[in-house]
């Protein structure tokens, strides 16, 4: 039985499964950070594709079926959070190049993208694509473009190209979630545009711009760009009247880089 407060939806579509698999791209060099197994169905194909499988399970119940079933040699199950979980501790166990897969419970999703997405920067070691199942209105949200620019989309921008690979049907899961679904694939760039003091520039100007986003970019920012913040947007080829969805991620680092 699912639990509620860990958002759990179990995928049981065979096909679905082999699907991800797929777009995860995982071949037989790979190693993989799977989150939140459920009962294994895609713990299980991974397995078949990868070299090793880390997974990853918080619920109790849920580990301790999986220990009773068995699973393949190539995978190792521990029971934690995988938001808690060290760099150095995934490192020992993977490697320095890995990828992350995972039918996440929605609710973890924008932590889990906080939490994965900076590791390769910060530490230079982590994974190198993230391939995930959620919600279709965040996987969207991801991908958007000028226009529609959300907190989220920048900040993944950042640090990735994404994707939406495939739309999935609610009757996949058990029980079916109330919220439409997709698979999104997150390729990590090689390096990241900005270092050090400009970085905590870019992700300040992110935080104060995204906090009232109906309101123009030269009054949310003048919180971080002072007095002349309407003349720092010109100068970054920014309109002080914009909104921050009308912001391309290209401008906010021109900005953050002026700063």
């Known amino acids: 039985m699912a639990i509620r407060r860990y958002?759990?939806?179990?995928?049981?579509?065979a096909n679905i499964v082999r699907r991800i698999v797929e777009a995860s791209g995982v071949g037989q060099d790979d190693a993989v950070l799977e989150i939140g197994p459920g009962r294994g169905i895609l713990t299980r194909a991974l397995a078949e594709s990868a070299s090793k499988v880390l997974t990853v399970e918080?619920?109790?119940?849920?580990?301790?079926?999986?220990?009773?079933?068995?699973?393949?040699?190539?995978?190792?199950l521990i029971r934690a959070s995988a938001l808690d979980i060290e760099p150095e501790t995934l490192s020992e166990k993977l490697?320095?190049?890995w990828k992350l897969v995972a039918n996440l419970p929605y609710e973890i999703t924008a932590r889990t993208l906080e939490r994965f997405l900076?590791?390769?920067?910060?530490?230079?070691?982590?994974?190198?694509?993230?391939?995930l199942m959620l919600q279709k209105e965040v996987g969207e949200r991801i991908v958007a473009k000028r226009g529609e620019m959300s907190r989220l989309a920048v900040f993944c921008g950042y640090y990735a190209s994404s994707r939406v690979i495939f739309d999935v049907p609610a009757g996949a899961f058990s029980p079916p979630p109330k919220v439409r679904s997709c698979v999104v694939r997150l390729d990590l760039r090689?390096?990241?545009?900005?270092?050090?003091?400009?970085?905590?520039?870019?992700f300040r100007l992110l935080s104060a711009g995204f906090s009232?986003?109906?309101?123009?970019?030269?009054?949310t920012l003048a919180s971080v760009l002072g007095p002349a913040a309407a003349d720092r947007l010109r100068e970054a080829g920014i309109a002080?009247?914009?909104?921050?969805?009308?912001?391309?991620?290209?401008q906010w680092i021109t900005l953050a880089q002026q700063v």
């Open 190 to 202: 090689s390096g990241v545009p900005l270092t050090g003091p400009q970085e905590a520039v870019f």
């Open 58 to 76: 918080i619920d109790r119940r849920l580990h301790a079926l999986l220990v009773e079933e068995g699973l393949p040699s190539n995978v190792e």
């Open 7 to 13: 958002g759990q939806h179990f995928l049981t579509d």
């Open 95 to 97: 490697g320095a190049d």
């Open 240 to 250: 002080p009247e914009a909104r921050p969805e009308e912001t391309s991620l290209e």
């Open 212 to 219: 009232e986003k109906r309101r123009q970019l030269k009054n």
């Open 118 to 131: 900076p590791m390769r920067a910060e530490t230079g070691k982590g994974p190198t694509s993230i391939t």
